[in-house]
C-alpha cells in the first residue's frame, strides 16, 4: 500500500515548455485535489476532482489543466510553463464525504519544480 | 486571499515544554483540520474537529474551535525534538473548491 506517489520529484522546465505531473493514489479515494506551495504561503488549490471523469477548478487554475481518467490517477498539466508555476507541488487524496469537507486528506511527497 | 492566518508565525520552545499555535478564520466552517510537515514532506493530518465541537484531544494534542470568534487552537503538550515541524490548518466549508490551507506555524523543539 504507497498511498499517494507523484512523479516526477524534481524538474526544471525552461519559459513555455509543457510538462504533466502524474499522481497516483491506491487508497480507492473519491477525491484528488492538486495544490502548490509556496515559501511563507499555506498550500492553494488549483483543481480537484470528485470521481472519475470529473475536475473543477480551486483557488489558482490559471495556466493548469488536470485530467482524471481513471480513479486512482489525478494528472496536471502546464501547457506553457512561466516562473510564476515555480513552486513545490502537492497532490492529495480523501475518501468520498460531505462536500470538501470530506476529511483527512493522505498526501504524496510532492514536486518540486523550477521554471528558468 | 487566504481565508486563514495562522500565529505565531514561528515558535521555539524546548522539549518538554507546551507548543500553542492558532488559527483564525473569516467565513463559515464546515470542519477544521490540522496537519503537520516535516521540512521537505507531504503534510500529514492531525486531527479534524467539526464545526459543532468545541474540543478534541489525540494523544499529546489538544485542538479547540470557537465558532463565534471563528479562531482553532493547536496545543501540544510535553514537546518532543520528533515535533519539530510545520504546523497547517485548514479550513473546510460547503462550497465546492474553497478549501483553505493557513500560512503555517513554524515550530522549532530543542532538546
Known amino acids: 500500500n504507497a498511498g499517494v506517489t507523484q512523479t516526477p520529484k524534481f524538474r526544471v522546465l525552461k519559459t513555455g515548455q509543457s510538462m504533466t505531473l502524474l499522481c497516483a493514489q491506491d487508497m480507492n479515494h473519491e477525491y484528488m485535489y492538486w495544490y502548490r506551495q509556496d515559501p511563507g504561503m499555506g498550500l492553494r488549490l488549483i483543481h480537484y476532482s470528485v470521481g472519475e471523469g470529473t475536475t473543477a477548478k480551486g483557488e489558482v487554475p490559471d495556466g493548469y489543466n488536470v485530467s482524471r481518467l481513471k480513479k486512482q490517477n489525478f494528472l496536471l498539466g502546464l501547457e506553457s510553463a512561466a516562473p510564476s508555476q515555480t513552486s513545490v507541488y502537492f497532490c492529495a487524496s480523501s475518501q468520498r464525504g460531505k462536500g470538501l469537507a470530506g476529511g483527512e486528506q493522505f498526501f504524496g511527497p510532492g514536486t518540486r519544480l523550477t521554471v528558468l | 486571499s487566504q481565508q486563514g492566518e495562522e500565529d505565531p508565525q514561528a515558535l521555539s520552545i524546548q522539549e518538554g515544554e507546551n507548543a500553542t499555535m492558532n488559527c483564525s478564520y473569516k467565513t463559515s466552517i464546515n470542519n477544521l483540520q490540522w496537519y503537520r510537515q516535516n521540512s521537505g514532506r507531504g503534510l500529514v493530518h492531525l486531527i479534524l474537529?467539526?464545526?459543532?465541537?468545541r474540543e478534541k484531544h489525540s494523544g499529546r494534542l489538544r485542538v479547540t474551535l470557537d465558532t463565534s470568534k471563528k479562531s482553532s487552537s493547536l496545543l501540544i503538550t510535553a514537546s518532543r525534538a520528533a515535533d519539530t515541524a510545520s504546523y497547517f490548518c485548514l479550513m473546510t466549508t460547503d462550497s465546492w473548491g474553497k478549501l483553505q490551507f493557513g500560512a503555517g506555524t513554524q515550530v522549532v523543539v530543542t532538546p
Open positions: 474537529i467539526r464545526s459543532n465541537e
